[in-house]
């Protein structure tokens, strides 16, 4: 099946820098992948997609970027602000399946 | 418009007890989806409905868990004499075609305990 790896676990930033979480997957046939911002006792919340077909897409201060070929891709939060801190999850779907990464505990430092 | 929403958000059992956790989709939505989520850990799939039928159930455990979406619409996972090892947030997600590999939108999840 499908194995998707999240790096780092935790990141820590000032408010106003950037933020970028790394994903790779296995499986080539996967070709949804979707981002997740879940705050504590909450649910998972979709924030930004991207598909096979597409290298790179930007929501505001989220961009993510997509390289087929090296099977990785990465969620980037340019100025970062406080209500970013969460755990984001990137997944890699494949026949109607969700694989997810570990998460990433993000904080944003007032 | 309202979400996916999951009842009850807190659960409580001893173990060996019977436990149902339901899921209301999105309306309109034909895909649900079933997911375990540990403290620390990513969403673990559990099982995938198109409609009424279970397109893969592949992520149960084991048999003392089944769901079932009788109309299409609500589901709800049934699991059987309960474990410790069952504690954990229980997630549930719809997404609004047929179509595989598209926009999945997660209720706020129902956390079991197991005592």
């Known amino acids: 099946g499908e194995n998707v790896e999240q790096h780092p676990s935790t990141l820590s930033v000032q408010e106003g820098d950037s933020a970028v979480i790394k994903c790779t997957y296995s499986d080539s046939a996967s070709n949804y992948f979707p981002w997740y911002k879940q705050e504590l006792g909450k649910g998972p919340q979709l924030i930004i997609d991207i598909r096979s077909n597409v290298g790179e897409k930007k929501d505001q201060r989220i961009a993510v970027t997509l390289n087929k070929t090296a099977k990785h891709f990465s969620l980037h939060i340019t100025e970062t602000q406080p209500e970013d801190s969460a755990v984001y999850f990137c997944?890699?779907?494949?026949?109607?399946?969700?694989?997810f990464g570990t998460g990433t505990s993000l904080t944003v430092i007032p | 418009g309202a979400g996916v929403s999951q009842t009850p958000s807190n659960k409580v059992t001893e173990k060996g007890k019977y436990v149902e956790l339901r899921c209301d989709p999105i309306s309109g939505h034909t895909a649900l989806y079933w997911y375990r989520q540990s403290l620390g850990q990513g969403p673990e799939f559990l099982i995938y409905f198109q409609g009424t039928g279970a397109a893969d159930d592949s992520g149960l455990p084991n048999d003392r868990f089944f769901a079932v979406r009788p109309e299409g619409s609500v589901s709800t996972l049934k699991i059987q004499r309960t474990e410790r090892g069952d504690s954990a947030v229980y997630l549930c997600?719809?997404?609004?075609?047929?179509?595989?590999?598209?926009?999945?939108?997660f209720g706020q999840g129902t956390r079991l305990t197991v005592v």
């Open positions: 997600a719809s997404s609004p075609t047929g179509v595989p590999n598209t926009e999945a939108f």
């Open positions: 997944a890699a779907s494949i026949l109607g399946q969700f694989y």
